[in-house]
């Protein structure tokens, strides 16, 4: 049975999820901005057709934003990941097999569906359950191979007329879309790329997969070659169901206002060290490498430069997050100087083990390991439990240089004193 392939994805995703709790922004162009509130990262169909870009700064944009009506938020990140995982759980009712791709995309296996039902009546019922349930539109892109799949979203995206759903299971359609499709709007290929082969007279999907696929590994790689066989219909890339486990965790963020003294930047050091730490014990790995850095404004010339990278191995790998902030903080200590304005800092944790798997210290204590795996997990029942939250004391208790977030929406699913109230 040949394999067939769907990608679901969120339409607008975080604009989306802003306007599902405000039924007065119908309508109305919305716009996302970055940490800090620096750039604008996500746009509603509105704004998008207002043609605000996306990544420009939002402050060479403001008066127009304001002439416009445009509503204006700060990345909410909790009531992002809590939307998407609500879609995925119902992605997940409606197919055997799902591999969450992003945040707002999921690859779905469609295998066997058109036995029962035909693929784009199916697609049409993704679209309606997930929107039923979660209030998120969503397209849909069916195909042999993933990468058409990908192709096909992008076109039940872009032609109203599709509905939202694209079935590019027919190869005389599969050619006639890959001729509309210019050779850069293919997933995996990249600006550099896409000019190398414009220069070489592949302009189009359909002139990538009309070409030589021994030429095309020859002269430019294997990956390439396959993403042309996945254009004719061959699938190479198959769902993959499990998450790769992470190799590296980083916690970075740049500053509300620059950082001039070490007690600030200490607080902090620890904040990211803890996000890190949380990170690292979802992945169920300890972590035996830790490093940590700081930026200074490369952009600004009149400045110092300052931008130190220490790291240390730890002498037992660990994911506990007292562990890793002691050693945080000791790696600070040796790379501090004042007289530098810092506006970024961050925390890497590297050289993974599994949970247990890494042999201790002959003259170690045993008992101290398990007493510090029951309180982590009680930290992060309550920290993820939405009903409070405990934290180092070396975290801070006013975050002075937290980023900005002036335009932030409520936490409507994730914080009770974020509810919605019907007056």
Not at 235 to 240: A, D, H, K, Q, W
Not at 261 to 277: G, N
Request: aromatic share 8%; hydrophobic share 40%; charged share 20%.
């Amino acid at each position: 049975m040949k394999p067939v392939f769907a990608l679901v994805d969120c339409n607008n995703f975080y604009a989306s999820c802003e306007r599902l709790f405000r039924p007065d922004l119908a309508g109305r162009p919305i716009v996302v901005l970055s940490n800090n509130d620096g750039c604008i990262v996500a746009r509603s169909a509105e704004a998008k057709a207002l043609g605000i870009k996306m990544g420009v700064p939002v402050y060479q944009v403001e008066r127009y934003l304001q002439q416009q009506g445009v509503a204006i938020f700060s990345s909410n990140y909790a009531l992002y990941a809590d939307i998407s995982a609500r879609v995925m759980s119902i992605l997940e009712q409606l197919a055997p097999r799902v591999e969450i791709y992003s945040i707002d995309e999921a690859f779905l296996d469609l295998t066997g569906v058109a036995a029962s039902t035909s693929l784009s009546e199916f697609g049409s019922q993704i679209r309606q359950t997930v929107g039923q349930h979660t209030g998120i539109r969503v397209c849909v892109g069916i195909a042999p191979t993933k990468t058409l799949a990908k192709l096909a979203n992008h076109a039940a995206k872009q032609y109203p007329a599709t509905g939202g759903v694209v079935d590019l299971t027919d190869p005389a359609r599969q050619s006639r879309l890959l001729a509309l499709v210019p050779v850069n709007d293919i997933w995996g290929v990249g600006r550099r790329l896409s000019q190398r082969l414009q220069a070489d007279g592949i302009r189009t999907a359909l002139d990538l997969a009309a070409a030589d696929p021994k030429s095309i590994r020859q002269q430019y790689s294997v990956v390439l070659e396959r993403t042309l066989r996945e254009l004719n219909g061959e699938p190479c890339l198959s769902l993959e169901e499990v998450t790769p486990t992470k190799q590296q965790i980083i916690c970075s963020r740049s500053f509300g206002q620059r950082i001039t003294t070490f007690q600030e930047m200490r607080e902090a050091i620890c904040e990211y060290t803890s996000r890190a730490a949380e990170k690292l014990r979802q992945e169920k790995r300890i972590a035996k490498r830790l490093s940590i850095f700081l930026r200074t404004n490369r952009f600004n010339a009149s400045e110092p430069q300052y931008m130190p990278s220490p790291g240390a191995e730890l002498p037992i790998p660990t994911d506990d997050t007292r562990e890793l902030v002691a050693a945080a903080a000791r790696l600070l200590r040796t790379c501090w100087k004042d007289g530098y304005r810092y506006m970024k800092a961050g925390v890497m944790l590297t050289d993974f083990y599994e949970t247990g798997s890494f042999q201790p210290d002959l003259f170690s204590s045993g008992s101290a390991p398990l007493r510090s795996k029951a309180l982590m997990s009680v930290l992060d029942t309550i920290n993820q439990g939405g009903h409070g939250r405990v934290f180092l004391a070396g975290q801070g208790l006013h975050q002075t240089w937290s980023m900005q977030r002036r335009s932030l929406s409520p936490a409507y699913t994730t914080r009770w004193q974020d509810l919605p109230v019907a007056k």
